[in-house]
């Protein structure tokens, strides 16, 4: 039913078109009795020309409005979800930390397709790095100086991101203010989380059970321990990775770059 919509939407104005502007088809049509004899070919033309203008402006103005009202009604829809994560995550934390002023931030990281390196790792037959790129989104998360963060997450993992990525489970670090571990991480990766008391890196699978994304919680405020809460941490983070999956899949699209 949506093809044969499309068809029609297609055909008409490109039929009233193409007859309001060429009357050689309508005489043609005329000498093989296909419309009549008497036939105004110029008022013929003339209403050729009101269909296409009528049909373009009110069937497919009418559809883009329909479309736009149905995708305003879905990003309200998932800005509802994006609330009830946040408050489900918060309330979690809360009980687990007993503050009710902690703070967090839920980040997400896609994988990063570069064209330019992509091309030149195939010509050079060189083994193709993968990378993830951080998706800040309201109200999970602000554009801060963690904008544009990346890391390579095979070969040579990168951050809590890559062990990650290359465990497929859950990996922490509560105590990152005090042990000061390195991650294998660039001087502009350190510079952008250096501030960071702990980060929870979360997998997450499709159905071929490939990693399309990494949910990474942390924060530059808060504390909390999370070895000792390691249970109700791990309910909630997987709670809340497969309702973004199943709900919002576009979350976890790649991120194309040229350079």
Not at 141 to 154: C, G, Q, S
Not at 187 to 193: D, G
Not at 204 to 224: G, H, P, Q, R, T
Request: aromatic letters at 10%.
């Amino acid at each position: 039913m949506r093809i044969l919509k499309y068809i029609i939407y297609t055909v008409i104005p490109a039929v009233s078109a193409f007859l309001a502007a060429n009357d050689e088809i309508i005489v043609w049509l005329i000498d093989n009795h296909v419309l009549s004899q008497k036939l105004n070919v110029s008022l013929f033309q003339s209403l050729c020309l009101c269909i296409n203008v009528l049909f373009t402006v009110l069937i497919i103005n009418g559809e883009l409005i329909y479309s736009q009202r149905k995708n305003e009604h879905y990003r309200k829809e998932i800005a509802g979800l994006y609330n009830i994560v946040k408050l489900f995550a918060q309330s979690t934390f809360v009980a687990i930390s007993k503050n009710n002023n902690f703070n967090f931030d839920l980040r997400i990281f896609v994988p990063e397709i570069n064209i330019i390196r992509w091309i030149k790792d195939s010509v050079c037959c060189r083994k193709k790095e993968k990378w993830f790129v951080i998706r800040n989104i309201e109200p999970f998360a602000k554009k801060d100086i963690t904008e544009h963060l990346r890391f390579r997450v095979d070969p040579d993992p990168q951050g809590l991101v890559g062990e990650a990525y290359k465990s497929g489970s859950i990996v922490y670090d509560d105590t990152l203010e005090i042990t000061n571990i390195n991650y294998s991480l660039g001087q502009n990766q350190l510079n952008r989380t250096s501030n960071l008391r702990w980060s929870i890196c979360v997998p997450i699978s499709n159905e071929k059970n490939e990693i399309v994304a990494i949910m990474a919680f942390d924060s530059d405020s808060s504390n909390l321990d999370i070895k000792k809460n390691k249970n109700e941490i791990k309910n909630m983070t997987n709670t809340i990775a497969i309702m973004l999956r199943d709900s919002v899949p576009e979350l976890f699209d790649r991120k194309w770059r040229i350079l």
